[in-house]
Nanobody, 125 residues
Framework: QVQLVESGGGLVQAGGSLRLSCAAS????????MGWFRQAPGKEREWVAA????????YYADSVKGRFTISRDNAKNTVYLQMNSLKPEDTAVYYC??????????????????WGQGTQVTVSS
């Protein structure tokens, strides 16, 4: 089992940047593929990005491609989401998630086994 704790959220103006972190504890971090999801008020949870166990493959939703970057540091048991050129529509609670299959950097929340508690990102216009 792994525990996940997100940090780095906050309030930023449109066009600004934030870097989210997700610290993992428990079983070996490199055993997991990792993903970021977000959920805005009144909307379903939306996949944002995913990364395989060693960072060799990364995937992005079309809505964030070219603006967001997912990365991981297995030595620090941490996955990151660098968010640039933020837009008001990026406002949401952001969640990191871990999948037991280290190669399954999936866009489906059903493929993830562990979730963090979320961190709020608010982008003002």
């Amino acid at each position: 089992q792994v525990q996940l704790v997100e940090s780095g959220g906050g309030l930023v103006q449109a066009g600004g940047s934030l870097r989210l972190s997700c610290a993992a504890s428990g079983r070996m971090f490199s055993n997991y593929a990792m993903g970021w999801f977000r959920q805005a008020p009144g909307k379903e949870r939306e996949w944002v990005a995913a990364i395989t166990w060693n960072g060799g493959s990364t995937y992005y939703a079309d809505s964030v491609k070219g603006r967001f970057t997912i990365s991981r540091d297995n030595a620090k048991n941490t996955v990151y989401l660098q968010m640039n050129s933020l837009k008001p529509e990026d406002t949401a609670v952001y969640y990191c998630a871990a999948a037991n299959d280290p190669f399954r950097a999936s866009r489906s929340h059903y493929d993830y086994n562990y979730w963090g508690q979320g961190t709020q990102v608010t982008v003002s216009s």
